[in-house]
């Protein structure tokens, strides 16, 4: 392709004042147009994050607020049925475990969210129990028991140490209890025993699955309830039960404030966190629980981070008008530019086999028709090379593989999992041809001997003539392969190579003579790479 004659200036080319006047005018535009939309949005969106923040925070804290005050009712209204069920006659005959046994299925039955029921004689000795589970098995040392006794407990929660293999549990999740007990009082007002309860920790969960429906929060906004001591006993992700949680939040809620604040958590996530302090109500000390509420920070701003974006699109809308007619005027260039940039991504990506013409502007067209020249020596180039690299690789004769390609082959990384079988030919009577026929008949024979070595090996093995009459064939195998096959393949090449040739030489005039018949013996040694030697060039030799 040649390149076209230089363009000359004509009367019809703009002037540069007035290109540089236009490009001045839609650039000044243009971001004029751009600052006052990103200034609007920026301003609004401060003024509108301060006030969504701070009702986001209100909001959190009053439903931490509410979740501690309705597990205090619900810790209250547990023990008040506890205390209840303790003074009933029928749990005071514990001479006739039959009869509060049965009195028990029945209360655990219409009450499930209790795990376990049962009562002690005035030893720790479990009398009767749910289904039957632990009696005749001494609690005596637990605090549900010795404390109990003493005139009642209420713990807190703990992981479930004698009925985790005993009570049904469908969620899978790890048992966690709330212990309550007190005494049995006889007539004459002394404790005979224990009534215990093992209150199902999953009351809370359904607590707070109940609190986050009726608020319609599921999924954005997460409860945590947190020990006296920092320990997690409830979140959203089952993970993080049992791990510290040391927040600010909880230490204000353990003195028995309540508020809000963005709060920097363990995954290094912020959150805007309420959070409030279960202080316990009527029979219900408290056990010293905080709960938070929160919800990611970037999560609580997302609708003023819409709004911003709403007011956004519309300085884009009069950024794009403002700048719509430099866009039109910029488009015989950038078209063009672009077709020329796919096609370079084309050419790099092997999609394409040659650079196309494109059409624009005088500058992009004188380009594109160098870039094309260039393309297209470098192929030719690349195509030479290959070519002389192959030549370089082949033995001329036969058109086997040469010593330059062996070398090739050595260095090039082994698989473990392979290994090679190695063949050294040799033609014995070969000379005798040169001798008897003239060496331009032996040139044909060794071409004959070429093919017929071809059709004994795989297209996979390397055949490479590394001398006169001497050839090597790498054959792969796997190195759970014997050298069988490789046998095989060398009785082949022989037998094949001793079978007769068509051998036509020239008298002396020049013409060619009927053919003979003559015969070669072959002879290959084998040997077994790694088998018989660590390298392949020990193998060789």
């Known amino acids: 392709a040649r390149l076209p004659p230089p363009c000359r200036a004509t009367s019809q080319n703009p002037p540069d004042s007035d290109v540089k006047l236009r490009t001045q005018i839609i650039g000044s535009t243009v971001i004029l147009t751009a600052t006052l939309a990103a200034a609007m949005a920026l301003i609004i969106g401060d003024l509108a994050t301060e006030q969504v923040r701070r009702q986001i925070g209100l909001s959190l804290e009053d439903l931490a607020v509410q979740m501690a005050d309705r597990m205090d009712q619900e810790m209250a209204n547990r023990i008040a049925e506890v205390d209840v069920l303790s003074g009933l006659p029928v749990f005071s005959q514990i001479e006739n475990p039959s009869i509060p046994r049965a009195a028990i299925d029945r209360f655990q039955e219409k009450l499930p969210i209790f795990s376990w029921v049962g009562i002690t004689d005035r030893t720790g000795i479990v009398i009767a129990g749910t289904g039957g589970v632990l009696e005749g098995v001494s609690i005596g040392h637990r605090p549900v028991f ?50 215990a309860a093992h209150l199902s920790w999953q009351w809370a969960r359904s607590v707070e699955r109940r609190l986050l429906l009726e608020r319609g929060s599921e999924g954005s906004v997460g409860l945590y309830v947190v020990a006296a001591d920092s320990t997690i006993l409830l979140g959203p992700d089952r993970s993080v039960h049992g791990s510290k949680l040391n927040l600010l939040s909880t230490k204000d ?110 500058e992009i067209e004188t380009v594109s028709h160098a870039i094309e ?73 060794l071409q004959v001997v070429a093919e017929r070595l071809r059709g004994c090996v795989r297209s996979g093995d390397l055949l490479v003539r590394t001398g006169g009459d001497e050839f090597l064939v790498f054959l792969a195998m796997q190195k759970s392969d014997q050298d069988g096959p490789a046998r095989r393949i060398a009785a082949r090449v022989i037998r094949d190579l001793s079978e007769p040739y068509d051998v036509i030489r020239a008298n002396d005039g020049g013409d060619q003579e009927a053919p003979d018949m003559t015969s070669i013996a072959a002879s290959a040694g084998l040997a077994c790479f790694p088998r018989d030697g660590e390298t392949l060039e020990e193998i060789m030799k």
Do not use: C
């Open 146 to 195: 010795q404390e109990g006794i003493a005139g009642g407990f209420v713990g807190d929660v703990h992981d479930a140490v004698m009925l985790a293999k005993l009570i049904p549990n469908p969620s899978g999740e790890p048992v966690k209890f709330v212990d309550i007990s007190r005494p049995i009082v006889g007539t004459d007002g002394i404790p005979n025993g224990v009534f």
């Open 253 to 362: 809620a353990a003195f028995g404030s309540k508020g809000w604040r963005i709060e920097k958590w363990p995954d290094g996530e912020d959150y805007l966190v309420g959070y409030a302090k279960a202080d316990g109500e009527d029979v219900f000390k408290g056990l010293g629980w905080v709960v938070l509420a929160r919800q990611p920070l970037l999560e609580a701003y997302a609708p003023v981070r819409q709004m911003v974006w709403q007011i956004a699109a519309l300085g884009l809308i009069f950024t794009i008008l403002g700048g719509v007619i430099g866009w039109i005027m910029t488009t015989r260039i950038v078209k063009p530019l672009n077709r020329m940039a796919d096609a370079a991504d084309a050419l790099r990506a092997n999609e394409a086999v040659g650079f196309p013409r494109i059409r624009g502007p005088h």
């Open 373 to 445: 020249d260039l393309i297209e020596t470098l192929v030719a180039k690349q195509h030479e090379v290959e070519t002389l690299s192959d030549k370089a690789k082949r033995d001329p004769l036969t058109g086997l593989s040469n010593r330059a390609a062996l070398d090739e082959f050595l260095s090039r990384p082994r698989p473990r999992d392979r290994s090679y079988a190695v063949l050294a030919i040799d033609l014995d009577d070969f000379k005798s041809v040169n001798d008897r026929f003239g060496h331009d008949t032996g040139d044909r024979l």
